[in-house]
Nanobody
Framework: QVQLVESGGGLVQAGGSLRLSCAASGPTLTNYHMGWFRQAPEKDREFVAAISWTGGSTYYADSVKGRFTISRDNALNTVYLQMNNLKPEDTAVYYC???????????????????WGQGTQVTVSS
């Protein structure tokens, strides 16, 4: 099973940017679709973005489309989430997750991802 460690969270003012990283160890991320999810206090964990194992396909939640960009570097076994124009409602713990090894279309449900990181806190002040 792949092990995931997120980094890059922090406190930022509204309108600012952060870049989250997710470093994997264990099996190579090749053949794993990857996703980012977030969970705000007293709310369910929700989908943010996903990327296919080749990096050729991406999918975003409507709430972040146009502001966030997911990318990956399979040579470095790392996935990224570039977050621009951050809003207070983006405040949450952000989790990296792996779906695989598998082929087929990328998925966006929590139950589809078998490996999770410990999360990194993102706080956006107004």
């Amino acid at each position: 099973q792949v092990q995931l460690v997120e980094s890059g969270g922090g406190l930022v003012q509204a309108g600012g940017s952060l870049r989250l990283s997710c470093a994997a160890s264990g099996p190579t991320l090749t053949n794993y679709h990857m996703g980012w999810f977030r969970q705000a206090p007293e709310k369910d964990r929700e989908f943010v973005a996903a990327i296919s194992w080749t990096g050729g396909s991406t999918y975003y939640a409507d709430s972040v489309k146009g502001r966030f960009t997911i990318s990956r570097d399979n040579a470095l076994n790392t996935v990224y989430l570039q977050m621009n124009n951050l809003k207070p409602e983006d405040t949450a713990v952000y989790y990296c997750a792996a779906d695989g090894p598998r082929w087929g279309p990328i998925r966006a449900e929590v139950r589809d991802f078998g490996s999770w990181g410990q999360g990194t806190q993102v706080t956006v002040s107004s």
